[in-house]
C-alpha cells in the first residue's frame, strides 16, 4: 500500500463536517464519507477502525501503534447510512441488525488492502469494526520486524532443523503471526511444501498453501491438521495452539519428522514450555520437539520527525526503580548503570502533525528468544518450574524482553515508557 500527501487531522475533520452539513444524506455524500474514512485510516497506518454508536451520534476512532485515537464524532443524521454503506461494501445483509454478521472490503484504490468486517448489536445501535489487513506488509524481513543480528543467527539456525516446533509466544495483538510469516519467508524455497492452518488467514503468501479455518464447515484446527499430514507437507504452520487436541497433534507431527511453527499465549518464552505441559502433551515429547520459543510484545517507534533527546521524567525515573527486572537488565548492560541512569539522555518525540501529536510512528517487536538444551530438557523431565527454567536459560546467555527493550531504547528506537507499559512487573 502506498499512500502519499497525508492530511492533518484537522484538514480530515473539515472535509468530513462540509459533507455532513451540505447534504448530510444524500447517497453521493454517504459514499464519499465512507470512501474518505477508509482513505484517511490507511494513511495513517490505523490497523483498526472503530465506529461505536452512542447517545448522541457515533465515534469514530482509529487503532494506531496499538492505541485507540478518536477522530471525530459522527451525528445521528449519517450514522445509519455510512453503516448501511459499509454493510453493502461488505456484502453484509442490510436488514439484519440483531445478530453479529462478518464480512470483507477490497477497496479498489489500494490492492494490496483488504478490510476485515465484523459488527455487534449494541445499546444505541450497531458497531462496526474493521481490521486492515495490509497484503504489502507480507515480506517483511527478521530484521525489519527488530531482530536484532545475534537473534537473526538463533532463528535461522532452527530453521535449517528438518523437524521440531518453533514457536512464537505472547499476547494477542503481539505481532506473533506477522513474526512467524516472517520466518515461513526465510525458509521458502524450491522443493518444500509449506502448508498453513489459520484463523485468519491475514496476508496472502506466494508459494505457500493456506488454508482458512472455517468451525462452521467442521474445518478446526485439529480437523484441518489432520487432514493436512496427508497432504504430504514438509512444514506446517498452525495459526494458534488452542486446545489440547491441537497441541499434542502439533508436536506429534514434529515427532514424525515434520517442521512445525505455531503460536501460544503465554507471558515469556520459559513458560510456553510449562504451558505444552498443562495442555497435556507428554512431558518427553515436548523435552525432544520444541527447539525454540519467541516471546515477544510490540512498542511503539519514536516519530523520526519530531525526535529530540531528553533526560528521562522524575515519574519514569521513579517506575524504572521500582522495577527490579529493569534494574537488573541495566546493571547487565553496564555495572551502575542502574544507579546513573537520570544522567543520561533519551531520545522521545515530542510530538508533530505526522505522528498525531503522540510522539511515535510505526511499531517494533522486542524479544527473547530461548532455544532448548539438554539442561532445559532434563528440568522439562524432572518437572521443574518456569523459575528454574529461566534460571538455567540466564547462566547459559539467555536475555529477556526487558533487556532487549532496554537496548532498543538505549539505540533511540523506542522509549522506557514503551518498555514499561508493555513488559509485565516481576
Not at 511503539?300 to 521513579?318: F, G, Q, S, Y
Amino acid at each position: 500500500m502506498v499512500v502519499q500527501n497525508v492530511k492533518k487531522i484537522e484538514d480530515f475533520q473539515k472535509e468530513i463536517s462540509d459533507l455532513i452539513s451540505n447534504a448530510p444524506a444524500t447517497n453521493d455524500n454517504i459514499i464519499k464519507l465512507a470512501n474518505k474514512i477508509i482513505r484517511y485510516a490507511l494513511e495513517k497506518k490505523a490497523s483498526d477502525i472503530h465506529i461505536e454508536p452512542r447517545k448522541e451520534g457515533a465515534n469514530l476512532r482509529f487503532r494506531i501503534d496499538g492505541n485507540l485515537q478518536t477522530m471525530l464524532n459522527i451525528p445521528n443524521s449519517v450514522f445509519k447510512p455510512v453503516i448501511a454503506r459499509f454493510k453493502i461494501l461488505a456484502n453484509l445483509k442490510l436488514d439484519e441488525y440483531r445478530y453479529p454478521q462478518d464480512g470483507r472490503i477490497e477497496p479498489e484504490e489500494f490492492p494490496d488492502t483488504s478490510l476485515r468486517v465484523s459488527t455487534m448489536p449494541t445499546l444505541f445501535g450497531e458497531k462496526i469494526v474493521f481490521r486492515v489487513l495490509d497484503d504489502s506488509n507480507k515480506n517483511l524481513s527478521l530484521s525489519a520486524l527488530g531482530f536484532s543480528e545475534e537473534q537473526k543467527k538463533i532463528i535461522l539456525n532452527n530453521i535449517e532443523k528438518p523437524f521440531g516446533v518453533i514457536v512464537a509466544s505472547g499476547p494477542t495483538g503481539s505481532g506473533k503471526t506477522t513474526t512467524l510469516y516472517a520466518i515461513l519467508q526465510a525458509i521458502k524455497k524450491e522443493g518444500l511444501n509449506i502448508s498453513t492452518l489459520e484463523d485468519p488467514v491475514e496476508y496472502v503468501l506466494s508459494g505457500v498453501n493456506q488454508t482458512q479455518i472455517n468451525p462452521q464447515s467442521k474445518l478446526t484446527f485439529p480437523s484441518g491438521l489432520r487432514a493436512l499430514l496427508r497432504q504430504d507437507p514438509d512444514i506446517i504452520m498452525v495459526g494458534e495452539i488452542r486446545d489440547s487436541e491441537t497441541s499434542v497433534m502439533a508436536t506429534n507431527a514434529a515427532m514424525t519428522g515434520h517442521l512445525v511453527l505455531t503460536t501460544i499465549h503465554t507471558n515469556d518464552a520459559p513458560s510456553s514450555f510449562i504451558r505444552f505441559l498443562e495442555m497435556k502433551v507428554e512431558d518427553f515429547v515436548v523435552a525432544n520437539t520444541i527447539n525454540l520459543v519467541v516471546a515477544q510484545r510490540l512498542v511503539r517507534k519514536i516519530c523520526p520527525l519530531c525526535a529530540k533527546k531528553r533526560k528521562l521524567e522524575p515519574t519514569v525515573l521513579k517506575k524504572i526503580r521500582e522495577r527490579k527486572d529493569i534494574m537488573a537488565a541495566l546493571e547487565k548492560k553496564k555495572k551502575g548503570l542502574s544507579k546513573n541512569i537520570e544522567n543520561h539522555e533519551f531520545s522521545i518525540g515530542a510530538g508533530c502533525d505526522q505522528c498525531l501529536e503522540t510522539g511515535y510512528s510505526g511499531r517494533i517487536g522486542i524479544f527473547e528468544l530461548l532455544e532448548s538444551s539438554k539442561e532445559i530438557n532434563n528440568l522439562i523431565l524432572n518437572n521443574k518450574s518456569t523459575e528454574e527454567i529461566r534460571i538455567s536459560a540466564e547462566k547459559n546467555g539467555f536475555k529477556d524482553m526487558v533487556s532487549d527493550g532496554i537496548e532498543k531504547a538505549f539505540s533511540g528506537i523506542t522509549t522506557f515508557d514503551e518498555v514499561l507499559r508493555t513488559t509485565k512487573n516481576s
